[in-house]
């Protein structure tokens, strides 16, 4: 990641979570320099300081771990479910002044409480929100939200949270969050550009704006390394498949090893997959060696009954990997949670990387990308996160024009953005 020197408003920021011990959410629109703030934080600290995020792609971004594997939490609700703590785990979790997530809009309320608990219990500070650790949160809730989970799941938080966002998670009845919004876009220098980014962001598209965005993004694509950001994981393979059939040679296919039932959710990662030698592909898992991490992106050179990965001008020997999926089962009438191992999924963690998801482009940066919203964009803020990531309003390509049902603002989003009021720049 590029330096730069802190503006006035990020340097106050930093300030205030170096010096004091308050649990702070550093917020503001796409590209205000929330991710680069926290750069700054994890070199210049003088706490310990852990850094994590929801998702593997997040963790990358910021040099951190994703919330699951740094607390070893398990997938799905957890709810008042027994947390299991080694030592070593334990030991960290005692060692650290602050906790930093980053991309904290997509953190459910019940993963969040589920850290409270992990840090107290740890700590031994069983009555203390976080255990005593200082909690810095980094985001913007009008990007993408969480992810809605299994019916079970949706039922769970139904009966027990006013919503499922981290904002109502049950921690803040205990201790409190002081806000601070950034205000200046450093990803984009263009008014009207930006102008148009925080109607998409608000939900006030006029039509006016509408036109001007269709007129610019209405042409075909650019060249092959404009990356497609798109809002279906079927519309991703697909242009996947497409790049994969240009390569030259054969394609030599993988299947996965299932035990179990996976239900209705996608696999983690490809039943089939197809590679060519000099396919563009995106690691799914961290290796436990570090050589590579979840969102890593490398190039095939060989595939024997192993794949060779070039990543950063190094060559690795990647094997099969095995995801565990749990079940829980949610009763209403008795609050009560069960879980089991339900199935095994056994795949190379590699997929094509053509194209990726608006979902896992969340944080980037990219001088063009051709958005591809399909038949409709379908979760708040994802048009928002998809618009966002592109520097100049001529690097924006469009598939189809935007609509108004592309645009969707979550109201608990206004009701917390409203009632937090932030006050810009310094403090809220
Ligand atoms: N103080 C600054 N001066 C100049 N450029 C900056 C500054 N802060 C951030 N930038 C640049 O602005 C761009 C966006 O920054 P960053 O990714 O930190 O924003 P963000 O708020 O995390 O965005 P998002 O919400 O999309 O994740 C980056 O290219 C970054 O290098
Ligand atoms: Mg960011």
Do not use: C
Not at 139 to 165: N, T
């Amino acid at each position: 990641m590029t330096v730069h020197e802190l503006s006035a408003e990020q340097a106050a920021v930093f300030a205030t979570i170096e010096g004091t011990r308050e649990n702070v959410f550093v917020t503001g629109r796409a590209g205000t320099g929330k991710s680069t703030l926290l750069n700054h934080l994890s070199w210049n600290t003088s706490k310990q300081l852990v850094i994590s995020a929801p998702t593997g792609v997040a963790a990358l971004n910021v040099g951190g771990q994703t919330i699951h594997s740094l607390f070893r939490l398990p997938i799905g609700v957890i709810a008042d479910h027994d947390i299991e703590q080694n030592g070593d785990l334990r030991k960290l979790l005692n060692t650290i002044d602050t906790l930093v997530i980053d991309e904290v809009s997509m953190v459910n309320a019940d993963l969040l409480d589920a850290v409270d608990r992990s840090l107290r219990q740890a700590r031994q500070r069983k009555e203390e929100a976080f255990g005593g650790v200082q909690v810095v949160l980094f985001g913007d809730p009008y990007q993408l939200a969480p992810v809605p989970g299994d019916a079970d799941e949706r039922a769970y938080f139904e009966d027990q949270y006013r919503s499922m966002w981290f904002f109502d998670a049950k921690v803040w009845d205990e201790t409190d969050l002081r806000i601070f919004e950034l205000n200046t876009i450093h990803r984009q220098h263009e008014e009207e550009f930006k102008a148009m980014l925080n109607a998409v962001r608000h939900g006030t598209v006029t039509a006016e704006i509408a036109a001007r965005l269709n007129e610019v993004g209405a042409r075909p694509a650019p060249g092959a390394d404009a990356i497609t950001l798109a809002t279906r994981n079927d519309t991703v393979n697909r242009i996947n498949a497409a790049e994969l059939a240009r390569l030259p040679g054969r394609a030599l296919t993988a299947k996965a090893d299932i035990t179990g039932d996976f239900g209705g959710r996608a696999f983690p990662a490809d039943e089939t997959l197809e590679l060519k030698v000099g396919a563009r592909v995106m690691f799914l898992r961290n290796d436990p060696d570090q050589r590579w991490v979840n969102g890593t992106v490398g190039t095939v050179r060989k595939i024997t009954s192993t794949v060779y990965v070039e990543v950063d001008g190094e060559t690795h020997e990647v094997e099969p990997a095995v995801w565990e999926k749990y079940k829980y089962s949610y009763s209403a009438a008795t609050k009560q949670l069960t879980r089991d191992i339900v199935a095994e999924f056994t795949q190379f963690p590699l997929r094509l990387a053509w194209a990726v998801t608006i979902h896992k482009s969340q944080g980037k940066t990219y001088d063009r990308a051709i958005v591809d919203l399909g038949q409709r964009s379908f979760a708040p803020g994802q048009t928002y996160v998809a618009l966002s990531r592109i520097t100049e309003l001529d690097g924006l390509y469009l598939t189809r024009p935007l609509r108004p049902s592309d645009i969707i603002v979550d109201e608990n989003v206004r009701r917390f953005m409203a009632n937090a009021a932030p006050i810009p720049g310094i403090e809220a």
